[in-house]
């Protein structure tokens, strides 16, 4: 007979979020919990409603800033024992961390395991990877070419899709530009609207390795951390990063769709490498230096690397 006051064990849980990070908090960024002894990967739901300090009120919030008080969906990566914070507070609260600094930016008080986590199971399916893979005679995997605007990602991209295909292999090119057209139709370009944008393709990606196919991905994606997510979603043997590096000056003087001069005018805000960071891939598995390296020779590296790691024969 179950004890209702027993451990509960889930990986998707409400709880109220006190922000102390001097950067405000990141829905859909990587965070550790550490709740107890047990330390897990997780990431933040946009939060349900802030707290006003003063008259405890529940406010509208997109995201929460230093000191600032807030309720929150966390998902895990995978379940853990808790029980309520009102009920034990050993057990029932935990520090978030941030993956990169391991410096603690909140605390959180675990209200309860959210419904759908008990109700969602995994469903076995007949035909996997292997089979999928086998019938198309290639190993599938994603080649993700990350890069400022302008950088000639997608000329890149085109070019090695191009190539496969006269090699009869079986591809699908996700572009950044076409995406944000359905996908992601809904998203801007906040910090927070990339990390959502990147773990929304990130997820894509997974699933058309699983049908067997060579994935190719053209798509700013500025945040290491979140490239390093999508990495991990994959095998360490199917998922190739490729940097394409451009310097800025160069990239802002081709500006062929005219994003860098609205920048610049300020008619466009959070645009990478003008007001937002880009963060450069530091171990990628190839780097092109686009300004100095016509597409078609770029291709060709593509194309190499993925025979030299016998993603293609």
């Keep these: 007979m179950h004890d209702d006051r027993s451990p509960m064990l889930s990986d998707q849980l409400e709880a109220t979020i006190v922000w102390t990070g001097e950067g405000d908090l990141l829905p859909g960024r990587r965070y550790l919990v550490r709740l107890g002894t047990q330390v897990v990967g997780a990431t933040l739901a946009p939060p349900k409603y802030r707290i006003d300090a003063d008259s405890h009120e529940h406010l509208a919030a997109r995201t929460l800033r230093m000191n600032e008080t ?26 978030l961390l941030d993956t990169r600094s391991d410096a603690t930016v909140a605390t959180g ?7 759908r986590s008990q109700n969602v199971h995994w469903q076995p ?9 086998a019938l198309k005679s290639q190993r599938p995997c994603v080649v993700w070419f990350t890069g400022l605007s302008g950088a000639g990602k997608s000329t890149i991209a085109n070019a090695v899709e191009r190539k496969l295909h006269m090699l009869g292999r079986h591809t699908y090119l ?24 990147v773990r929304r393709i990130g997820e894509v990606a997974k699933l058309m390795v699983d049908a067997g ?16 997510r999508v990495r991990a979603l994959v095998q360490s043997s199917e998922f190739y990063e490729v940097f394409v590096d ?36 530091e171990h990628p598995e190839l780097r092109i230096a686009a300004d100095a390296t016509p597409p078609d020779e770029a291709a060709d590296r593509v ?6 790691r016998r993603a293609i024969e």
């Design 246 to 281: 451009t310097p800025l000056a160069v990239a802002e003087q081709r500006d062929t769709k005219g994003l860098y001069a609205k920048a610049r005018r300020g008619d466009i805000i959070n645009f990478t490498g003008i007001d937002s960071p880009y963060e450069p891939p």
């Design 174 to 197: 996700l572009d950044g530009d076409n995406v944000r057209h359905g996908l992601t139709k809904d998203l801007g370009f906040t910090a927070a609207d990339r990390i959502e944008n």
């Design 70 to 95: 807030g309720v929150c969906n966390v998902t895990l990566d995978r379940p853990v024992a808790f029980e309520p914070y009102e009920r034990n507070r050993e057990t029932g609260a935990f520090t």
């Design 109 to 115: 008080f675990i209200h309860f395991a959210l419904r």
């Design 213 to 228: 196919l060579i994935v190719l991905v053209s798509l700013i994606s500025p945040f290491r951390a979140e490239r390093q």
């Design 303 to 308: 194309i190499d690397l993925l025979r030299e």
């Design 125 to 133: 399916i007949a035909v996997g990877k292997g089979p999928r893979a």
